[in-house]
């Protein structure tokens, strides 16, 4: 009589890493795959699945190498227990990445056989993985600060008004964490639209995005700028204008096809180190009327050479806004980023610099003169895609 076999997962974004596992794992016995509720993975993982519980158990039932297939009732990493009750296996499956000490401990514990499988391909196939996947799938963008950072916070702009301005960008690379290109606010939009943003209007939908993030319940005690949510909800290239209070007072779009092909000929960013868990870029904080205003100038003198398409004023106005940025805030540049900074503002063709959003580290953001030839001799350099209207 055959050894039964249980293995459990989500199965969301069923693929051929899948049913390679099911397939190893059917080698020990039969196979029986325990399946995690809408319910448990709204609750574990945040975010709404893709597929229904019910067309989840229809797909994995329909593989050959599956005898039979169940919801999990419980919830939690271990939601799968009450399932066990019912198939009692004699062994447990898990993939590299998907073991654990509890795991191992509940097979100890029950009598079962524990396996720790290796993610491995089907032969002629490449590696497959729902994170990967879902970071593939999801067209909700990310945004760059140009100029005008800080700006949107009001302890800042109460001492001066002044504009940020930003550009939404494509997720045309992996998006990092902890990188300054405001993945809490993208993270945030996730939780409620998990591949795209809705078909509506950008300025209210960055309102929502941004009254979402910054609940009266948080507990952080930190109110989250809105030149994230606005930078990454209005497509093309944006400013607006803060005067003392959290939300703008006036929004301007510029969606010229020819200004944002001239700043995606001009932009190019390079990874460093993420900003590392616990520093605080606002420590040591010294705000004064006079670097307000510098960091509102500098913004202004932005968006004039932008629309003039005058690369020379671009680049001046781009790092004399940092520069302001980092007069401000001077934790931005924390352990290790003026290295990366001294390496890359030597490079041929390399103008301007700053580090995307609250700085400490992510990436370099670059005005060159020619992105193209400048991510040809930097293999690491990632070209930017700005997100036209309708897209």
């Not at 709404?48 to 169940?70: C, G, H, N, W």
């Not at 654990?100 to 079962?112: H, W």
């Not at 352990?335 to 580090?355: C, F, N, R, T």
């Amino acid at each position: 009589m055959a050894k039964k076999v249980f293995v459990s997962g989500c199965y969301d974004l069923l693929h051929s890493g899948h049913v390679e596992f099911f397939r190893q794992a059917a080698e020990y016995g039969d196979l029986y795959v325990g399946i995690g509720s809408d319910a448990t993975i709204l609750g574990y993982k945040h975010h709404k699945t893709v597929y229904s519980e019910q067309e989840r158990l229809f797909m994995v039932k329909s593989i050959r190498y599956v005898k039979d297939a169940y919801i999990n009732a419980g919830n939690g990493v271990l939601d799968f227990i009450p399932t066990l009750d019912i198939v009692k296996p004699d062994i447990l499956v898990v993939n590299e990445d998907g073991g654990s000490a509890e795991k191992e401990q509940l097979c100890r514990e029950r009598g079962m056989e524990y396996v720790v499988l290796k993610r491995l391909p089907s032969e002629g196939l490449e590696a497959r993985s729902s994170t990967a996947l879902k970071q593939v799938s999801s067209r909700v963008p990310t945004r760059l600060d140009l100029a005008g950072t800080w700006i949107d916070q009001p302890y800042v702009s109460c001492f001066t008004p002044g504009w940020a301005i930003t550009i939404s960008l494509e997720p045309t690379f992996e998006i990092r964490e902890r990188c300054g290109l405001a993945t809490s606010t993208r993270n945030m939009i996730r939780k409620i639209w998990p591949y795209q943003l809705p078909n509506m209007d950008p300025e209210m939908l960055a309102k929502l995005v941004f009254c979402f993030e910054n609940d009266p319940e948080r507990s952080d005690g930190i109110t989250s700028g809105a030149q994230d949510a606005i930078g990454i909800c209005v497509p093309g290239l944006c400013r607006h204008y803060y005067n003392g209070r959290f939300w703008p007072e006036k929004i301007d779009l510029c969606s010229d096809e020819a200004v944002l092909r001239w700043l995606e000929e001009h932009l190019a960013m390079v990874p460093m180190e993420p900003r590392r868990p616990g520093c605080s870029v606002v420590e040591g904080k010294d705000i004064t009327l006079e670097k307000v205003q510098a960091l509102a100038s500098a913004a202004g003198a932005c968006w004039n050479a932008i629309l003039a398409r005058d690369l020379a004023g671009f680049a001046a106005a781009y790092r004399a806004s940092f520069e302001a940025q980092v007069a401000i805030f001077p934790a931005m540049i924390q352990p290790g980023v003026q290295e990366v900074i001294d390496k890359y503002s030597a490079e041929p063709g390399v103008l301007a610099w700053k580090m995307p959003g609250a700085g400490g580290g992510g990436y370099l953001a670059c005005v060159v003169d020619d992105a193209a030839a400048f991510a040809t001799a930097h293999p690491e350099a990632i070209r930017l895609v700005i997100r036209r209207a309708g897209m």
